[in-house]
């Protein structure tokens, strides 16, 4: 009989106590809810070309201009524009950045080469090639009314309807 007793606690027992927890079945404790996102920072503007080539909308050029157009244009080889008009390239004063950055990205050339390469460049096409003028709004206005006008201006200038860009400096248009 004890025996009996014994079995009968024991199934009264397991039958009274809770399941206790086993190691591979733990609760987690409740996710707490995710925190509130940071506000995002504003985006800094991109920064534009710090330099772009032009040309006058009536041109006929297609941009943008692949490498080897924008070097024959630097260079002079290119006489009259796709519409037929008599290409001339109007330059800012000496030591510009605008220019000496497109220089130095589409030719590879500081500013005093370039400078040694015009007398050559406009004996060699037997005319005027290069025309210097006081500042960027004064290339930028020469442009608008020359149909052959070609310059570089800085990029962070507004350009009239009458001014296509050609290139700007950073790879972009």
């Known amino acids: 009989m004890d025996r009996r007793r014994f079995l009968i606690g024991a199934f009264a027992a397991v039958a009274i106590v809770p399941a206790l927890p086993t190691a591979s079945a733990q609760e987690t404790p409740p996710a ?14 991109a920064a534009g070309p710090k330099a772009v080539l032009i040309a006058n909308a009536a041109s006929g050029f297609v941009a943008p201009l692949p490498e080897k157009h924008l070097k024959a244009l630097f260079r002079g080889m290119v006489q009259s524009t796709p519409a037929g008009q008599r290409t001339l ?44 003028t006081p500042g960027a709004t004064e290339v930028i206005a020469a442009v608008a009314n020359d149909p052959g ?13 009458t001014v296509m860009v050609l290139w700007s400096s950073g790879g972009g248009e």
């Open 89 to 132: 390239f109007y330059l800012m004063p000496a030591h510009s950045e605008a220019q000496n950055i497109a220089l130095e990205e589409i030719m590879g050339w500081t500013e005093s080469n370039f400078e040694r390469q015009m007398p050559i460049i406009e004996s060699q096409m037997a005319r005027l090639m290069y025309k210097r």
């Open 32 to 45: 707490s809810p995710p925190e509130p996102a940071a506000p995002a920072a504003p985006a800094a503007p």
């Open 149 to 161: 006008g070609i310059g570089v201006v800085p990029g962070d200038l507004s350009l009239p309807p």
